[in-house]
């Protein structure tokens, strides 16, 4: 139990940490059952386009209900599925559930805005591309209807490999985001030879608009960077009218946060399409 001690080495090992190994084992049981379960579902959070105020797009994020606990944050099982592989199944019904609610919002008449997807390091495997462009086939969608969202993280494990996956999926008509832009330790000389169209400004440096000085100037200087590499911009986390008013000014094209919706269930986001409006302004 508590502490123990062997003939002068000394473990240890607290009660406390006993709970949380033996928490972690249960977590990790219950998210590889999640999928079976069918535990799994979407959020989508409306992408605002700031030349008229329309929804243009959509990010999906995964959301996980546990039994007996509730609503789990990625921010907690995504860095377990990535430890434990998982997230490679996991992103394998992601993307054919985003692809199947597409496939319904067309069949419904509704308009088709592109949907951008999360991709951890551990799913950027040569097989990607193929595997997305099936489950596009699969719904008779156009690649155009998706875009991937990758971090800095993704590029430090295997550049020359990933980005010749990133120019495959480029090739045949996906969009790519760099997601939490400014938060990597990468320099910025690879911006060059990446084959993305969006930069994605991290909600640390919108957090601190318009007030913090540093916060402010470092999210203008991301648009200056992404128009000066003819990328296109969009903020994330934008919580209040000054950050939206800010960038707009600053230039940014796109912009998304619970300023203007928060990610919400696929029904309520049909709600959205209908009307092209975020519902703050509705
Ligand atoms: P992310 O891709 O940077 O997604 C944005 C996160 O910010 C989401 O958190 C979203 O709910 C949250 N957010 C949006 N607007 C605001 C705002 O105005 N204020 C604040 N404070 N937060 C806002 P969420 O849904 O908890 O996801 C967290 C992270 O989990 C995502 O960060 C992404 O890295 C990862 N994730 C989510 N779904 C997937 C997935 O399907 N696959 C993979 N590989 N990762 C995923
Ligand atoms: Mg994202
Ligand atoms: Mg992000
Ligand atoms: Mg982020």
Known sequence: RAKRARSGSCVFYTHDMEDDAFA?????????????????????????????GRVTAAEALLRWQRPGIGMVSPAQFIPIAEETGLIVRMGEWMIDAVCRQIAAWRDASLPVVRVAVNLSAREFVPELPAKILDALARYALPPSALELEITESVLMSNSERTVSIMQALRDAGLRLALDDFGTGYSSLSYLKRLPIDTLKIDRSFVRGIPDDHDDSALARAIVGLA??????????????AEQAAFLRDAGCDDMQGYYFSRPLPAAAFTLILRTGQPPASA
């Open 227 to 240: 128009k000066n590499l003819r990328l296109s911009v969009i903020a994330e986390g934008v919580e209040t």
């Open 24 to 52: 972690q084992l249960r977590l990790e049981s219950d998210l590889r059952r999640a999928l079976e379960r069918d535990e799994l579902s979407l959020h989508f959070q409306p992408q605002i386009s700031l030349a008229n």
